[in-house]
């Protein structure tokens, strides 16, 4: 254990002795799993950073994207104007998800590019009926 942590470490008990860290909020409880967890340690301080400056890597900002035309698509007659094109625009954002490598990822977890491809497939099966 290094000088910093033996320090921090004294720290610590000294306050808990005096009675500081008893009513902090969530006393009693486990600790949240941590979302850095699978970031290489290196790289986590970067991570928190960024997420904390809330930026959202350009392949889950387009998958939103995606989920977002999804869920107005669901909610659209199937046989309307409107249906077509947010077709038309969720086969573009999936086109670009299949272009990037970060997306192409995303496309291949499980569930994930299989329920894209069926709600597309059922979409064009209504397009080409009207």
Do not use: F
Request: charged share 35%; aromatic share 4%.
């Amino acid at each position: 254990m290094s000088l910093l942590d033996r320090l921090a470490d004294a720290h610590i008990e000294a306050a808990a002795e005096r009675g500081e860290l008893d009513d902090l909020p969530g006393a009693g409880k486990p600790l949240l799993a941590d979302e850095a967890a699978n970031v290489p340690e290196h790289l986590r301080a970067g991570y928190r950073l960024l997420k904390n400056a809330g930026y959202v890597p350009p392949e889950i900002e387009v998958r939103r994207e995606l989920r977002e035309v999804e869920d107005l698509l669901a909610r659209t007659l199937p046989e309307s104007h409107a249906a077509r094109e947010l077709t038309r625009r969720a086969r573009w954002i999936e086109l670009r998800l299949a272009q990037s490598p970060r997306g192409r990822a995303l496309l291949r977890e499980p569930g994930y590019g299989d329920r894209i491809r069926e709600r597309l497939a059922a979409a064009h099966h209504t397009d080409t009926e009207c």
